[in-house]
Nanobody
Framework: QVQLVESGGGLVQPGGSLRLSCAAS????????MSWYRQAPGKERELVAV????????NYVDSVKGRFTISRDNGKKALYLQMNSLRVEDTAVYYC?????????????WGQGTQVTVSS
């Protein structure tokens, strides 16, 4: 059974930090590109950061560059998002996503999300 379970969300003051984790099971984690997405109330889900299967390529949405760091541990089947200098506008539900494209066949798995609230 495929599972992606996010954790680490919570309430933090502006300028604070949180570290999100995503624990994977039931699929070949090390062969998947992994991403963090977020969705704020009334807004569309947006891509925050993406890391390739071997960690060799990483990209971020402009609004989090220099503040967030995505990483993975293939041995532990885990994905992380270190979030520093948090802002009120970072408030959202954060989701991890696993993506594999093989022979034109796309396979996606999503977690259930973890709430991040940045407020004073």
């Amino acid at each position: 059974q495929v599972q992606l379970v996010e954790s680490g969300g919570g309430l933090v003051q502006p300028g604070g930090s949180l570290r999100l984790s995503c624990a994977a099971s039931g699929f070949s984690f090390s062969t998947y590109t992994m991403s963090w997405y977020r969705q704020a109330p009334g807004k569309e889900r947006e891509l925050v950061a993406v890391i390739t299967s071997d960690g060799g390529s990483i990209n971020y949405v402009d609004s989090v560059k220099g503040r967030f760091t995505i990483s993975r541990d293939n041995g532990k089947k885990a994905l992380y998002l270190q979030m520093n200098s948090l802002r009120v506008e970072d408030t959202a539900v954060y989701y991890c996503k696993a993506l594999s494209v093989l022979n034109s066949r796309k396979v996606e798995h999503w977690g259930q999300g973890t709430q991040v609230t940045v407020s004073s």
